[in-house]
């Protein structure tokens, strides 16, 4: 059965910290790891890493994947009240995803 | 705009009573899926469709039942069968064939027990 474990659970800042948000997974034929960012509806999409080593940035936000160790990380830095949110991890098999439990974020000002 | 509609946003269930949630997209995608949040456990999926007139069950399938008659539309019905119907219930689509592309979800539905 595939497995997507992410940690920490929650995790509390203050503005301008920096965030490290850990992704470990177990997938049958993995081809892909794609990151959500929740904040109460939709989540929605902020990478998709098929590479290992290769960064993927995005503003403050950037990703790696090391698929010889089977774990993504996802960091934030200069964190800000908006960065407040469930972010989520998520793998392919066939044609269904498997999240993480998530982790939850809270910035404080 | 193109995006997922899901309604209501709100739904209150009787003991007993079935409800159904709407989830329409306009994105043009052929897979819908179906997917219960609860605090601390992720998204977990109930069904999915790849094409109309076709699904499959997903890791919590019981108590609940769909229908994919137009490819716009993926309706889930929560029976009287799920004891535990209190969750937020979020729609998904995607296009189908291209595993890498991300899907995309509608803004859910939250569901409570009266």
């Known amino acids: 059965e595939d497995k997507v474990v992410q940690s920490p659970l929650s995790l509390v800042v203050h503005e301008g910290d920096t965030v490290t948000l850990n992704c470990s997974y177990e997938v049958t034929n993995f081809r892909s790891l794609l990151w959500y960012k929740q904040e109460k509806k939709a989540p929605t999409f902020l990478f998709m890493l098929t590479s290992s080593g290769i960064e993927k940035k995005s503003g403050r936000l950037s990703s790696i994947l090391d698929k010889k160790e089977l774990f993504s990380i996802l960091n934030i830095t200069a964190t800000q009240t908006g960065d407040s949110a469930i972010y989520l991890c998520a793998a392919p098999n066939d044609y269904k995803l498997s999240f993480g439990a998530g982790t939850t974020v809270t910035v404080r000002a | 705009d193109g995006g997922i509609t899901q309604s209501p946003k709100y739904l209150f269930r009787k003991e007993g009573q079935n409800v159904t949630l709407s989830c329409e997209q306009n994105?043009?995608?052929?897979?819908m899926y179906w997917y219960r949040q609860d605090p601390g456990q992720g998204l977990r999926l109930i069904y999915y469709?790849?094409?109309?007139?076709?699904?499959q069950k997903g890791d919590i399938a019981e108590g609940y039942s769909v229908s994919r008659e137009k490819k716009e539309s993926f309706p889930l019905t929560v029976t009287s069968a799920q004891k535990n119907p209190t969750a937020f219930y979020l729609c998904a689509s995607s296009i189908v064939g291209e595993s890498e592309q991300p899907q995309h979800f509608g803004d859910g539905t939250r569901l409570s027990i009266l």
């Open positions: 994105l043009n995608h052929d897979a």
């Open positions: 469709s790849q094409i109309v007139n076709d699904f």
